[in-house]
């Protein structure tokens, strides 16, 4: 065995007939039954895919429909829907991700397993792997080949051809085209090995640089790893169940269990994790998802257990356990630095410490969708309706003006948008309000604060003019405060000006 097949284990399975086999799935065909799956090509329909009954009456894809016709009347064909398909190979690519986090699709009817590492000390083997995915794709109703080699190549070609040595293999294994396969049997060159006999420097001179690179690859001498469908979490645990769970009432038990697991992991680090997912795989291949993320670092297993305990209470299409989960996963692909704090001292002795909103705001980003959540954070902006902007609430500290000790904040914190039209009655034209009308109410005014002038912003727009507003503080008899502004200044830039509600005091 050559160094780099000692290294890495890779398992393909190969799905002949898989858009046959999702159609007869979808009760869209019938089993048992010769069919073509069909798409127009130059004009002409043609057969793209075949059910398992078709291929053995010797009908292959790219016969034009009159040809296939011609060997087996009335042979039924149904349009042929790549995006469906595309989406049962990803189906099939979940269903395996079991096994490993490092699964991949390879084009449309196969998919590659990178098993390096995985199930050491577990009683697995290549051989109860391939039985045991190959059942589970059963299940889905997919018929497959498995096939074990050195690299994703060379598992995949034996998958296709359904060989089981790679010296065996056909030239066509290779898949340099049509042109390049004739020119090869005409060489007298059939097969992988006897190809592999040869020296490499007059095949790359006679058929192609592309010929010895890829016959390295199906040897094993090198290997262009997979890129998996679903980036791997650097940090997961997983637990297997004897007996596949029949009710979602356990999951949080679980959930908690495996972040148990994961928190070790975790402190050795250093680290917090900032988002976990959940992976619940079905006997039947369905993999449900399930996904929470944290304002601040986070590895305390109660509180990820809540956060999926709001998870599961939001979902608007319930966990269908259908004939059980056999397996769950959890990893976390986002950590960050969690360095151990400790409380304040002051705090036993009757200090009060800031309050912790970090959880409250997980559980309500988990509840109601972290785009729902957000925070106000200050920005240099000289009208006020712009002085703010909502972000989310991970973002960082805000740093806003704080008024001198003692004295009401400048502004209010709720804005009117737009500000309110309001009668004011002012002692002169261009003096504080005595009296203002909001809502069909009377408000009587016995302090003010002001004006603060804010003029139009003309270094922005240069090409306009606008109004300028004089912003009061202001106070009723009631005791309710707030913010009114005179929009233009009178006789200057209005002859009646118009009074405005900005904003209230709380």
């Not at 060989?163 to 097969?191: F, H, Q």
């Not at 003006?401 to 009401?408: I, S």
Request: proline share 10%.
């Amino acid at each position: 065995m050559n160094k780099l097949s000692s290294e890495r284990r890779y398992m393909a399975i190969h799905l002949p007939f898989l858009p046959a086999e999702r159609r007869i799935a979808g009760r869209v065909a019938p089993p048992e039954t010769a069919f073509a799956i069909i798409d127009k090509h130059r004009g002409a329909l043609r057969i793209v895919a075949l059910s398992a009954e078709a291929a053995a009456q010797g009908l292959r894809p790219g016969m034009a429909l009159a040809d296939a016709r011609a060997l087996v009347p009335h042979l039924p064909a149904f349009p042929h829907d790549p995006a469906g398909d595309g989406a049962m190979l990803m189906r099939a690519v979940e269903a395996c991700e079991r096994y490993t986090p490092m699964v991949a699709p390879d084009g449309e009817d196969a998919l590659v397993l990178d098993l390096t590492g995985c199930f050491e000390g577990q009683g697995w083997t290549r051989e109860t792997i391939a039985r045991d995915a190959l059942a589970h794709l059963a299940r889905m109703g997919l018929g497959g080949r498995a096939a074990h080699g050195p690299t994703p190549d060379a598992a995949l070609a034996l998958a296709r051809f359904g060989m089981d040595e790679l010296a065996d293999l056909p030239v066509a294994a290779l898949a340099l085209g049509a042109e390049a396969d004739l020119a090869l049997r005409r060489a007298g060159l059939r097969t992988i090995g006897a190809l592999a006999a040869r020296p490499r420097a007059p095949l790359a001179a006679r058929f192609g640089r592309e010929l010895p690179v890829r016959l390295a690859r199906l040897l094993g001498e090198e290997d262009r790893r997979i890129t998996p469908h679903r980036p791997a979490g650097a940090i997961r645990a997983e637990r297997r169940f004897a007996e596949p769970l029949a009710s979602v009432a356990p999951l949080l038990d679980v959930i908690e269990g495996l972040a148990q697991r994961l928190e070790s992991v975790l402190a050795r680090r250093g680290e917090g994790g900032r988002r976990f997912d959940v992976a619940l795989f079905r006997t039947d291949g369905h993999v449900a998802r399930l996904t929470v993320a944290c304002g601040r670092p986070l590895r305390d297993p109660p509180a990820i257990r809540r956060l999926f305990s709001e998870r599961l209470e939001s979902l608007s299409d319930p966990l269908d356990p259908g004939f059980g989960y056999d397996m769950a996963r959890m990893a976390v692909p986002l950590a960050e630095r969690l360095e151990n704090e400790q409380r304040d001292l002051a705090c036993g002795e009757g200090g009060e410490a800031q309050p912790d909103l970090a959880p409250l705001l997980d559980r309500l980003a988990v509840r109601f969708g972290p785009d729902r959540i957000r925070r106000f954070h200050p920005r240099d902006e000289h009208l006020p309706e712009y002085a703010a902007r909502p972000v989310p609430p991970e973002s960082g500290p805000a740093a806003w003006p704080r008024p001198e000790p003692g004295e009401p904040p400048l502004r209010p914190l709720f804005l009117y948008d737009p500000p309110r039209p309001v009668g004011v009655v002012a002692e002169v034209p261009d003096g504080p309000p005595r009296r203002f009308v909001w809502r069909g109410k009377h408000h009587r005014v016995v302090r003010h604060e002001g004006p603060e002038r804010i003029a139009y912003p003309w270094w922005k727009h240069p090409e306009g003019r606008g109004p300028t507003r004089d912003y009061y503080r202001v106070e009723d008899e009631m005791g309710q405060r707030f913010w009114l502004f005179r929009h233009g200044l009178y006789a200057s830039e209005s002859d009646h000006p118009q009074w405005y509600l900005h904003g209230l005091f709380a």
